[in-house]
């Protein structure tokens, strides 16, 4: 087995351990620690440290990954986590590989920009559809925001760990 | 390609971003099952998910057992006091089940028989969500569990109404998730105990579509009505807490407290068939 591939395998089986690892603690540990009653979001936070380290293939890879399992944990979304991490991992790879230093700055401006754009759909059908008053929608989005971008500073230094363990070509 | 993509980037991610959320709200919208793209999508994704699902139930007992121990255990404790109290009532119950049998024959009343076939299940997860109010349990298909059935508490309080269905498994909206509605009566008036997004978040119900005229009143028992026909008739859902009016100003509505405190589920029962004469 040539040094490449083995990098590679050892890659794909550390992500697998850090998205599970991150399942179990969103779905069962902070699921538990609610703050004003409001859980995180920790996986799309991850996705997008994979995508900006790794580039648009493993950022693809790890959403579409992260996304089932979220629509596993979440029974209201039946495959809107999938898609929309999946683009979002593509999305912040390529930002990464062009646009983008990859800086702690960075990282926190993309998933707050991600963490916005699913509490904004996530409230966006209650608003029109069902009529719910925007305010208390607006509480339990900006909240959730705020609260799953606490995640990036330690998640930062895993995803920036784990991809110094080989050099890849982001795309 | 890396030129491309360097050149049009950014304009592709927006126009993706734009597409897959205007697909996602209206997906969102519609509800999870009614459209040919995510019955496609499902039917894709659904092997890949029960794989997902099988993993996550065996993190969940090995979760249980690590941190759920002592809890069971004093749960375990509580349950054998409780054990001993009701065999005391249950003998008492006999005796008044007697009296009321003689008391029933000497004024001629029609009994009124109520036969629930339920399957035992436990609460093994509670979502993450902070947007809907949901719980799965241990449970499922295998065992005559189906989409819709009522879920009630050891206590007989209605508790859920079941949303999902696997194998060995099934996902149970709590009484206080925005997608319920079932038909309520409180005092002697019809109504509607609908689940609403903001009282979700202080674990209470509405009880909207009143008569108009009728009147609420705080402390009174809510039940359900037993209308559709798909919940039986007489299960308790709560206790008005306050009455309200609609933004409209015109009508009221009432918030109902929960008879089972949500947070404490451990056993539930489902309720897969019921009689009612």
Redesign the interface.
């Known amino acids: 087995m040539s040094k490449s591939t083995k990098d590679i395998i050892i890659r794909i089986l550390t992500h697998s351990v850090l998205l ?1 690892v991150l ?2 603690l ?3 540990f ?2 538990r620690l609610r703050i004003f ?3 995180p979001l920790i996986l799309p936070v991850a996705v997008v440290g994979v995508a900006l380290f790794e580039g648009p293939s493993w950022g693809g890879g790890f959403g579409v990954a992260a996304g ?2 979220c ?10 986590f ?3 991490l999946t ?1 979002v991992g ?2 912040v790879g ?2 990464s ?3 983008l230093t990859r800086g702690l700055a960075s990282f926190l401006l993309c998933s707050a920009l991600a963490l916005a ?1 699913i509490a904004f ?6 608003l ?3 009529g ?2 925007p305010g ?2 607006l509480r ?1 989005g900006g ?2 925001t705020l609260y799953s971008i606490l995640f990036a500073f330690p998640l930062y230094y895993f995803v920036r760990r784990i991809s110094r363990r080989g050099k890849t070509d982001p ?1 | ?2 030129e491309f ?2 050149r049009r ?2 304009i ?2 927006i126009v ?2 734009f597409l ?2 205007a ?3 209206t ?3 519609t509800g ?2 009614s459209t040919v793209v ?1 019955n496609t ?2 039917v894709v ?1 659904e092997p ?2 029960g794989g ?2 099988g ?2 139930d065996t ?2 007992d090995l ?1 249980g057992f690590m941190y759920k121990y002592d809890q069971l255990k004093a749960e375990n404790d509580e349950l054998r006091t409780q054990v001993t109290e009701l065999e005391q009532t249950r003998k008492d119950m006999e005796e008044l089940e007697s009296q009321n049998n003689e008391l029933r024959e000497a004024l001629n009343l029609d009994e009124q028989i109520r036969e629930l076939e339920k399957v035992e299940a436990t609460v093994t ?8 109010s ?1 719980y799965t349990i241990s449970k499922g298909e295998e065992s005559g569990i189906a989409i819709g059935d009522p879920v009630i508490s050891p206590g007989g309080e209605l508790v859920g109404q079941v ?2 269905v696997g194998n060995r498994w099934a ?1 149970v909206s709590s009484i206080v998730d ?2 319920i509605s079932v038909g309520a009566t409180a005092g002697n008036e019809g109504a509607i105990a609908a689940g609403d ?2 009282l979700m ?1 202080q674990g209470c119900l509405k009880l909207t579509n009143v008569p108009s005229g009728a009147e609420l009143v705080t402390g009174d028992t809510v039940y359900t009505s037993g209308a559709g026909e798909v919940i039986p008739p007489g299960l308790v859902i709560g206790a008005i807490s306050r009455v309200e009016k609609e933004d409209s100003g015109l009508t009221s509505y009432a918030v109902i407290e929960p008879a089972y405190s949500l947070g404490q589920l451990g056993m539930v029962f489902v309720i897969t068939d019921y009689n009612y004469s």
């Open positions: 599970l399942f179990v969103q779905s069962m902070f699921s009653g409001i859980a089932l399992f629509d596993v944990g979440f029974p209201e979304t039946a495959v809107f999938t898609i929309l683009l593509m999305g390529l930002l590989a062009f646009y754009l759909l996530q409230m966006f059908a209650f029109v559809f069902d719910v008053s208390p929608l339990t909240l959730q795309l | 390609m890396k993509l360097k980037g950014l592709i991610i993706a971003l897959s959320a697909t996602l709200v997906l969102h919208a999870s099952q995510t999508v499902n994704l890949v998910k997902i699902k993993l996550v993190l969940e979760y997860q509670w979502s993450s969500s902070n947007w809907s949901t949303r999902e996902t925005p997608s997004f903001v978040q």
